[in-house]
C-alpha cells in the first residue's frame, strides 16, 4: 500500500516562493525518478521536473532557474523549491514516483493527490 502525501500548496505573490513536498510511505523496495507535474482546467498534466535515483535533474524550459528539484532518499521525499513565481505558474501540482513494490521486478508510477498553488498578480 504505496501512499504519497503532498503538501506546501497555498496562495502568494508574484515573486515569492513557496517549497512543496512529496512523502512517500508504503512497501516501496526501490524508488526510482521522482517528479512534479502540473495541471490547470481544461489542459492535460505536464511535467515541471524530474529527478533520477541518480539525482541527474530535468526541467521544463519554463521554470528553469527558478524551480529546483530535489530529494531526501533516507526520508523519501522528493521536494520542489520554486522561487519567483509567475501567475502562469498557477497550477495543481501533482507528485509522481516510480518504483517497484514487494516482488515486482517491474516499476510503475504513484501520483500524490495534489496540491493546489495560486500565484498572484
Known amino acids: 500500500q504505496v501512499q504519497l502525501v503532498e503538501s506546501g500548496g497555498g496562495l502568494v505573490q508574484a515573486g515569492e516562493s513557496l517549497r512543496l513536498s512529496c512523502a512517500v510511505s508504503?512497501?516501496?523496495?526501490?524508488?526510482?525518478?521522482m517528479s512534479w507535474y502540473r495541471q490547470t482546467p481544461g489542459k492535460q498534466r505536464d511535467l515541471v521536473a524530474a529527478?533520477?535515483?541518480?539525482?541527474?535533474?530535468k526541467y521544463v524550459d519554463s521554470v528553469k532557474g527558478r524551480f529546483t528539484i530535489s530529494r531526501d532518499n533516507a526520508k523519501n521525499t522528493v521536494y520542489l523549491q520554486m522561487n519567483s513565481l509567475k501567475p502562469e505558474d498557477t497550477a495543481v501540482y501533482y507528485c509522481?514516483?516510480?518504483?517497484?513494490?514487494?516482488?515486482?521486478?517491474?516499476?510503475?508510477?504513484?501520483w500524490g493527490q495534489g496540491t493546489q498553488v495560486t500565484v498572484s498578480s
Open positions: 509522481n514516483v516510480v518504483g517497484s513494490l514487494g516482488r515486482e521486478t517491474f516499476t510503475r508510477g504513484y
Open positions: 508504503g512497501g516501496i523496495l526501490s524508488i526510482g525518478t
Open positions: 529527478i533520477s535515483s541518480g539525482g541527474s535533474t
